[in-house]
Nanobody, 120 residues
Framework: QVQLVESGGGLVQAGGSLRLSCTAS????????MNWYRQAPGKQRELVAPITSGGHTSYANSVKGRFTISRDNAKNTVYLQMNNLKLEDTAVYYC??????????????WGQGTQVTVSS
């Protein structure tokens, strides 16, 4: 059993910054890919950025140059630094992770989400 808990969301003015954190807890061998997703009202959930256990990253076109994903494996934590926030970044942000709990037991987990609201 693994739990993901996000934090760091809030209300910020356009052009401002926020840093989201997500920490995994429980019993597992390792965490493979960790991801940040987001979902705005009335829209599909979209992948914002993934990061592998080795630190390889990628970004959705909409956030390239503004967001940075990173992780601290010793802390089982993934971060999303969000700079120059725009109104269209408003969404619930979800942490997601592929967790190796045992051989032949790779499971997908989701956090409960943290609200990011960008105002003009």
């Amino acid at each position: 059993q693994v739990q993901l808990v996000e934090s760091g969301g809030g209300l910020v003015q356009a052009g401002g910054s926020l840093r989201l954190s997500c920490t995994a807890s429980g019993s597992f061998v390792n965490i493979n890919v960790m991801n940040w997703y987001r979902q705005a009202p009335g829209k599909q959930r979209e992948l914002v950025a993934p990061i592998t256990s080795g630190g390889h990253t990628s970004y959705a076109n909409s956030v390239k140059g503004r967001f940075t994903i990173s992780r601290d494996n010793a802390k089982n934590t993934v971060y999303l630094q969000m700079n120059n926030l725009k109104l269209e970044d408003t969404a619930v942000y979800y942490c997601n992770a592929a967790v190796q709990e045992a051989p032949q037991d790779l499971n997908d987990y989701w956090g409960q989400g943290t609200q990011v609201t960008v105002s003009s």
